[in-house]
């Protein structure tokens, strides 16, 4: 198949969603599908480095670079990497892939990143079979669960809920729904904002994927001082404040260490509640870690503490698992359907306010403490479930088996 992969975002040796558009061209290639990727052109430098070390796979890969004139950018007041960007990089790029159909036949168009349902291509408009997503973008945070936010956060979030109730009614947004060949959802939230007349051809698939060693290689399972991890954005609705509670609770009856790898926001109010409450010597702020030093960190983590609010996919959830460290996290968007309670540890929110989340993290979490076989019976249990239904491999022949 000759296939046109639509990535704004899309790096290699990457998290997040340059990730998820490097690893969607990766495997169309690998299954020798003639590929032709459209990304933005700060993206060209790595990827040429990549593809010099990796000349076999420029046969069935062939990059293409799109941005918005310079001019256009500065009349429009655009920040490059801001959504308004992204949107009007989305109606130049029906354009440059129209001149690019002169010359090549393309099967299917496949819009891959960025993945959010408010924003939709607009690449289905030229007539060849187009595959959107998988897309995410409909978690809600309940009005509860916001009483910690910032002023600013709490705005955020209430322009989202609006935002999502305007989702079924977009002409723009239908009109892509209506024209796409297949449609594919990240969670169970955005897909309760597909239109019932759309649901037929739209799926439940994961947008992020892996494939994880088997070996069980640590050792520390009975080591002294249990080591937890917190890995992202210094951000409310990525669970910090929850996280810092749990921890609060837990230091009073086991010998711990907690450590924070990220920046944002709310690190002068972090700074502030480990003061008050007397965890200097527990938890350890690391700022933002490059990869050598990431993978320190899960190595010597027992658990990734991840009570993410909002949060579609759960790439550090994976890369946690790598290291076999297991991770604890919320019913909600990727995370809920990547950890359960035979992989991890997993809340249910419902109902729940973030000091009884809070709570019901730190009673599964002590019970892991006391026995640190269940964290290697999960890590064996997770590896599992990734290997079976959330590797790439997998991804790819799910969406294109039924397409030929």
Not at 12 to 30: I, R
Not at 247 to 274: Q, R, T, V
Request: hydrophobic share 40%; with cysteine; glycine share 4%.
């Amino acid at each position: 198949m000759k296939i046109l992969l639509s990535a704004y975002s899309c790096e290699p040796f990457k998290g997040s969603e340059p990730a998820v558009g490097w690893n969607w061209a990766l495997t169309l290639a690998k299954f020798k599908n003639e590929t032709v990727v459209v990304t933005r052109k700060n993206n060209k430098h790595l990827i040429n480095n990549y593809l010099k070390k990796n000349n076999s796979i420029k046969k069935y890969l062939k990059f293409y670079y799109y941005d918005l004139p310079s001019f256009l950018t500065v009349i429009l007041k655009l920040k490059k990497n801001s959504y308004f960007y992204f949107f009007f990089w989305q109606v130049g790029l029906f354009f440059f892939v129209k001149n690019l159909t002169k010359k090549i036949s393309f099967d299917y168009i496949h819009h891959v990143t960025f993945v959010g349902i408010r924003i939709p291509s607009f690449l289905h408009l030229l007539k060849i079979p187009f595959i959107f997503g998988p897309i995410s973008g409909g978690i809600n945070i309940k009005k509860n669960l916001r009483k910690s936010f910032t002023f600013k956060e709490k705005i955020f979030e209430y322009l989202r809920d609006l935002s999502n109730f305007y989702i079924p009614y977009s002409p723009l947004i239908n009109l892509c729904f209506k024209r796409s060949e297949k449609i594919f959802v990240a969670d169970k939230e955005t897909l309760k904002l597909i239109p019932l007349i759309y649901k037929k051809k739209t799926s439940l698939l994961l947008g992020i994927g892996s494939k994880l060693n088997k070996k069980i290689k640590k050792n520390n399972f009975k080591k002294k001082i249990f080591r937890i991890c917190f890995v992202g954005r210094l951000l409310s609705i990525k669970g910090i404040l929850i996280s810092l509670k749990t921890i609060k609770k837990l230091k009073d009856k086991h010998k711990l260490l907690f450590e924070i790898a990220g920046s944002g926001p709310l690190k002068k109010k972090i700074i502030k509640f480990i003061n008050e409450n007397n965890l200097k010597n527990i938890v350890k702020l690391k700022g933002n870690l490059d990869k050598k030093k990431l993978t320190k960190l899960y190595k010597k983590s027992d658990i990734l503490l991840f009570p993410s609010l909002r949060d579609s996919g759960g790439f550090v959830i994976l890369e946690a698992a790598m290291y076999n460290t297991i991770s604890a996290v919320l019913n909600v968007g990727g995370p809920d359907q990547l950890v359960d309670n035979k992989t991890g540890i997993k809340i249910n929110i419902l109902n729940k306010t973030e000091d009884q989340i809070s709570d019901a993290l730190f009673v599964k979490i002590d019970k892991h403490i006391k026995n640190r076989n269940l964290i290697k019976n999960k890590v064996i249990n997770f590896k599992k479930k990734i290997n079976k239904k959330y590797t790439w491999d997998y991804k790819y022949k799910y969406i294109y088996k039924n397409l030929n």
